[in-house]
T-cell receptor
Framework: EPEVTQTPSHQVTQMGQEVILRCVPI?????FYWYRQILGQKVEFLVS????????KSEIFDDQFSVERPDGSNFTLKIRSTKLEDSAMYFC?????????????FGSGTQLSVL | LAKTTQPISMDSYEGQEVNITCSHN???????ITWYQQFPSQGPRFIIQ???TKVTNEVASLFIPADRKSSTLSLPRVSLSDTAVYYC???????????FGAGTRLFVKA
């Protein structure tokens, strides 16, 4: 069964450093997403991406965040200057349809720890 | 945005049927209802989706009454491995974001 893959599974970084989280969505999917989940809290929407541009973003997704689909398979989330509060599990998701019957397929996540 | 309300937590025992009800009073005509399951340290996983009446798959059943203002996820004969958070989602109208609420934490005991 096709799946969304994320690398690395764990990332430890120092505050102020840049990190890039990588995702390979399911191959025929057209819509891509990043979510995050701080320990013990809700899954929070960060950004959606379609047709090589951001479709929508949350207030969390400020100028420190960026997304890119550099080739036909990868989808990345960059945090330019990490803060302690960026520590969370980051999930990538993809879907092949957008609408009221959309189904998101999630990766297993990258646990980001900012020290 | 159609808002959903579901219990914060539920307890059950192995072998029992579990029903988790979600209310969505402001559901739009075209909205489907989708349920996801999340285990600790994993991403949410799609389990079932429906528009009206009843939908069944190998994992669960979803019951939706005629007014569609609520839905019930039914898990038959739960096991310890069904301990997870279950999310009921009704999509945003317009926009491109799927919003997760707090979900229902199901604890299955031996």
């Amino acid at each position: 069964e096709p799946e969304v893959t994320q690398t690395p599974s764990h990332q430890v970084t120092q505050m102020g450093q840049e990190v890039i989280l990588r995702c390979v969505p399911i191959s025929n999917h057209l819509y891509f997403y990043w979510y995050r989940q701080i320990l013990g809290q809700k899954v929070e929407f960060l950004v959606s991406f379609y047709n090589n541009e951001i479709s929508e973003k949350s207030e969390i997704f400020d100028d420190q965040f960026s997304v890119e689909r550099p080739d036909g398979s990868n989808f990345t989330l960059k945090i330019r200057s990490t803060k302690l509060e960026d520590s969370a599990m980051y999930f990538c998701a993809s879907s092949w349809v957008k609408g009221t019957n959309e189904k998101l397929f999630f990766g297993s996540g990258t646990q980001l720890s900012v020290l | 945005l159609a808002k959903t309300t579901q219990p914060i937590s539920m307890d059950s025992y192995e072998g029992q049927e579990v029903n988790i009800t979600c209310s969505h009073n402001n559901i739009a005509t075209n909205d489907y209802i989708t349920w996801y399951q999340q285990f600790p340290s994993q991403g949410p996983r799609f389990i079932i989706q429906g528009y009206k009446t009843k939908v069944t798959n190998e994992v669960a059943s979803l019951f939706i009454p005629a007014d569609r203002k609520s839905s019930t996820l039914s898990l038959p004969r739960v096991s310890l491995s069904d301990t997870a958070v279950y999310y009921c989602l009704v999509p945003s109208t317009g926009g491109f974001k799927t919003i997760f609420g707090a979900g229902t934490r199901l604890f299955v005991k031996a």
